[in-house]
């Protein structure tokens, strides 16, 4: 079996993130591919590589497999790990990767990723404070009931890994966190995959032109 995993710049893709970690902390072998997100091409691109025009893609030996919850349950089917085997676990699990990735949109528009930069954040912007507050109810509730260090215990699985970018958001922009939030911050930035990535990111030439956009936003600075 061999599973090629298209990815977009490390410095900037938040999707590509959520599999590439998963992957490594399950310890699912693959090969990486990563195709330069520019500001004018990118759909273009892509789709050469991935159906809808968008990374991440999964290259397997039965054929591709795009959109990140589809890789998550794709994953799912060959290895153990993906989500929790505790039925009550794996139905909040799978809610809340749900809930991420269609949610959450005023966070992850008005505070993009970017691993490469520090941010001062002035004040925050009422929308991305309902999703930021929402965050935390959920992080919050998964580490009291499931025990924690991770949202559903003290192993990680899909749901972690769909917050990842997020946890670098926070530690980006410097988010007002409550300490719980912040722990499980701590925990995910502090993962050996995450690092690498980070460090991987770091060492990217490349920058999109909505760094320009952010630095002529009111609600941060660039530090
Ligand atoms: N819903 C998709 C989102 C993927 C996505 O938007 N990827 C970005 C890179 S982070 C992309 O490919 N952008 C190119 C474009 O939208 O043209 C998923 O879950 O994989």
Redesign the pocket.
């Known amino acids: 079996m061999t599973y090629t995993l298209f990815i ?1 710049n490390k410095n ?5 993130m ?1 599999p590439w970690v998963l992957m490594k902390e399950l310890n699912i072998p693959f090969r990486e591919q990563l195709l330069l ?1 520019q500001d004018d091409s ?2 273009r691109q ?1 789709k050469e590589w ?1 159906p ?5 893609c999964l290259q397997t030996n039965e054929g591709k497999v ?4 589809a ?1 998550a349950e794709f994953l799912a089917e060959k290895f153990l790990g993906v989500w929790p085997v505790d039925t009550v676990k794996r139905m909040w699990a799978r809610s809340v990767a749900s809930e991420m ?1 269609s949610g959450f949109s005023a966070l992850r528009t008005k505070f993009p990723m970017i691993c490469n930069h520090r941010y001062a954040l002035k004040y925050m912007p009422s929308d991305a404070q309902l999703d930021l507050a929402r965050l935390m109810e959920v992080w919050l509730e998964g580490r009291s009931w499931f025990g924690g260090p991770f949202l559903t215990g003290d192993t990680l699985c899909a749901v972690d890994a769909f917050f990842v970018p997020v946890a670098i958001r926070c530690q980006t922009y410097s988010l007002p966190l409550s300490l719980d939030a912040q722990q499980y911050v701590t925990t995910l930035i502090e993962l050996p995959s995450v690092k690498d990535w980070v460090r991987q990111a770091k060492e990217e030439p490349w920058r999109l032109s909505y760094e320009d956009k952010l630095n002529n936003t009111d609600y941060i600075s660039r530090l």
Do not use: C, D, Q, V
């Not at 900037?12 to 590509?16: G, K, M, Q, T």
């Not at 795009?66 to 919850?69: A, G, K, R, V, Y």
């Open positions: 977009a900037y893709s938040s999707w590509s959520r997100m990118n759909g892509f991935s809808n025009g968008k990374l991440p795009w959109e990140t919850l890789i990735h």
